[in-house]
């Protein structure tokens, strides 16, 4: 994911989940950042994220066929560039992922 963006991440912000405890902690830290848990029972901190689960399992897991081989990591990558850059957005003034950033690095 690191490098996948156009510019450093400083702060990685995550929910108390196991996955996210010491060892992930500490990879996080030796890829030189920073990172911090919300607080309990606080789901507004966390709320982008919160909001993409039930879009993610409508329009990406949903639609899997999980019979044969599937290669999620191909299908994910086909997903997350529709996603960014050619799903008719519902947020951003009409714009996608991808332009919103673009304008504010530019802007």
């Given at each position: 994911?690191?490098?996948?963006?156009p510019f450093r991440i400083k702060t990685i912000r995550t929910?108390?989940?196991?996955?996210?405890?010491?060892?992930?902690h500490w990879h996080v830290?030796?890829?030189?950042?920073?990172?911090?848990?919300?607080?309990p029972a606080m789901p507004k901190q966390n709320s982008k994220v919160e909001r993409s689960h039930p879009t993610d399992q409508r329009?990406?897991?949903q639609m899997l066929?999980?019979?044969?081989?599937?290669d999620l990591r191909k299908k994910l990558?086909?997903?997350?560039d529709c996603y960014n850059y050619l799903r008719?957005?519902?947020?951003h003034?009409?714009?996608?992922?991808?332009?919103?950033?673009k304008l504010r690095m530019l802007g």
């Open positions: 994911m690191v490098d996948k963006f929910d108390n989940g196991h996955e996210f405890q010491i060892k992930f830290s030796d890829l030189g950042m920073m990172h911090v848990y919300i607080k329009e990406f897991y066929d999980y019979d044969g081989d599937v990558g086909q997903w997350e008719p957005p519902s947020a003034a009409g714009k996608t992922p991808y332009e919103m950033l």
